[in-house]
């Protein structure tokens, strides 16, 4: 690897695969994995890998080609590398992927349960990516279905239209817009991404351009098939959006209802519950994912459903 630069700075790598690289001071607590898991797939993601002492690896098809990232924690420091077309853009955009353009001190915890999963959590940032279609696709397929079917498509997919990684070919890159367009309808089925899931996609991945420079909640539900729920999944993940809440979650009403209120709700009485933290709602809710309290179970678990059989 070169030689570290001085933070904020870039480096240039030496020929041979060497990646750039960029040592960022971030001048908040940032905990990478808290903060970016959001944006993996499952364990499996093809995209998306976590090492055991903590570096996360992250590959992306960016504006300006293909592109590999990886963060490590020095310290106060974040030590980004990247490889490929895109080392660069993805170099730029390590701050707002982290959360600098977050603002936790604006938000106030009003129940003791929130209060106390901030408290544990500091380093929970809301970030952003910059790349609307690419967290539009893993969104989509996750719609009224269980994660675990979601992420198998998104894995076989990414496998077979995705391209190796520059400097860790362990990884896929996602597939261009253009890419998505292509796949035949054999390949959606043998990924177990039914035929509306399929055309939800390939019709937004026909106006991708189009959504990157414009990603409000209309634009994005004025295409078909994208509903609240997946406006708010690629809005959190896309442009950071701190206050997206996932209205529709199978599970989300539950333990916001059961953790604020001691009681199951719906949508309605989740909105209901968050509405004091208007500004920061879907903060409340990842905070809960981490440290709230899930109702009690009173049925089977659903079953993982295999649409290839079908």
């Not at 030689?3 to 040592?23: I, Q, T």
């Not at 817009?177 to 390949?187: N, R």
């Amino acid at each position: 690897m070169p030689e570290a630069a001085a933070a904020g700075e870039l480096s240039a790598g030496s020929g041979n695969g060497a990646p750039r690289v960029r040592l960022w001071e971030p001048g908040f607590v940032v905990d990478l994995g808290l903060t970016l898991l959001p944006h993996r797939r499952g364990r499996r993601d093809p995209a998306f890998r976590i090492e055991r002492d903590g570096t996360i690896w992250r590959a992306s098809y960016t504006p300006e080609g293909p592109g590999t990232l990886r963060l490590r924690a020095r310290g106060h420091v974040v030590e980004a590398a990247a490889w490929g077309p895109g080392a660069d853009w993805l170099l730029e955009g390590v701050p707002d992927l982290l959360g600098a353009r977050d603002v936790p001190e604006e938000f106030e915890p009003r129940h003791p349960v929130v209060r106390e999963a901030a408290a544990r959590h500091p380093g929970l940032r809301i970030g952003r990516t910059g790349r609307v279609f690419e967290a539009l696709v893993p969104a989509v397929l996750e719609q009224k279905v269980l994660g675990l079917e979601a992420f198998r498509a998104w894995s076989y997919l990414l496998r077979r239209f995705g391209r190796p990684a520059p400097g860790n070919p362990a990884l896929r890159v996602p597939p261009p817009p253009e890419v998505w367009v292509g796949i035949p309808s054999w390949e959606w089925h043998r990924s177990g991404a039914e035929p509306v899931r399929a055309r939800t996609i390939i019709g937004a991945a026909r106006v991708a351009d189009r959504l990157e420079e414009d990603a409000a909640e209309p634009r994005l539900r004025s295409l078909p098939g994208i509903g609240v729920w997946t406006a708010a999944e690629i809005r959190q993940r896309a442009v950071g959006d701190a206050d997206a809440v996932s209205v529709g979650d199978y599970n989300l009403p539950g333990l916001v209802g059961w953790s604020l209120a001691g009681r199951k709700v719906d949508d309605a009485g989740m909105l209901e519950l968050l509405a004091p933290y208007a500004g920061h709602r879907h903060r409340v809710t990842r905070l809960l994912e981490l440290g709230g309290a899930a109702p009690p179970r009173r049925g089977p678990r659903l079953p993982v459903r295999d649409y290839r059989s079908f």
